[in-house]
């Protein structure tokens, strides 16, 4: 079946932009995650959600970060004037109701900030 | 707090050689652990996952790791190397459950022919 999907892949923005990214978990997976991928590091936790709620938001930097999934499936991570600190991979994931300790990630977005 | 040592950031090794990554952990209560293998470009496949069960976890691709409690330990081996096994492989821990991952810096596979 279908995986993990995100886009854009690729997004360039000016310093100062807003970026909007988007998530698409796997049909029926009620968590989903957010990471961040900084070059050459390992995936640092940005936010999770189950179903629509977002019971954990301890790793977004920022109050320009703000990620939402309103309907429980498709999910968005904004960024706001956005700096150059925030060009990174931003990868998402989702996992099953049935087990629930298995993440299935997306392919990322890679995010550069001029 | 949970957190992951991936022991060398580079790995070399070469064609049918043991592949041997290491991987230690922190954690306050019983971990899940996982080992993910990225290509470029790519996002994070899992190799193998331990959750209690079996100390030996067998993955796929010939990869496996044993989960040792008492030296905090879940290395990853594969008995021969191919070359496709070239990519950045990284060791992750989580509480019991549907909850984040941390992860270990990564280290990266080179396999010489």
């Known amino acids: 079946g279908a995986g993990v999907s995100q886009s854009p892949r690729y997004k360039v923005a000016k310093r100062g932009q807003d970026v909007a990214l988007r998530c698409d978990p796997i049909?029926?997976?009620?968590?989903l995650f957010w990471y961040q991928q900084a070059l050459g590091q390992g995936p640092e936790f940005l936010t999770y959600?189950?179903?629509?709620?977002?019971?954990?938001k301890s790793g977004l930097p920022s109050d320009r970060f703000f990620a939402e999934r309103p309907e429980g499936s498709v999910s968005t991570l904004k960024i706001q004037r956005t700096q150059q600190e925030d060009s990174a991979v931003y990868l998402c994931?989702?996992?099953?109701?049935?087990?629930?300790?298995?993440?299935?990630f997306g392919p990322g977005t890679r995010l550069l900030v001029l | 707090a949970q957190s992951v040592t991936q022991l060398g950031s580079h790995v070399s090794v070469s064609e049918g050689a043991l592949v041997l990554l290491r991987c230690n952990y922190s954690?306050?209560?019983?971990?899940?652990l996982f080992w993910y293998v990225q290509y470029p470009n790519q996002g994070l496949q899992l190799l193998l996952k331990?959750?209690?069960?079996?100390?030996l976890v067998k993955g796929i691709n010939g990869f496996e790791a044993e989960f040792k409690k008492s030296e905090t330990s879940f290395h990853l081996t594969k008995p021969s190397a191919h070359m496709s096994d070239a990519a950045e492989y990284f060791c992750?821990?989580?509480?019991?459950?549907?909850?984040?991952?941390?992860f270990g810096q990564g280290t990266r596979l080179t396999i010489n022919p």
């Open positions: 994931a989702s996992s099953p109701p049935n087990q629930q300790e298995t993440q299935y």
């Open positions: 049909s029926g997976h009620v968590s």
């Open positions: 959600f189950q179903n629509e709620a977002q019971l954990d």
């Open positions: 954690s306050s209560v019983p971990p899940y």
């Open positions: 331990y959750t209690s069960a079996a100390t």
């Open positions: 992750a821990v989580s509480d019991q459950g549907a909850q984040k991952l941390v």
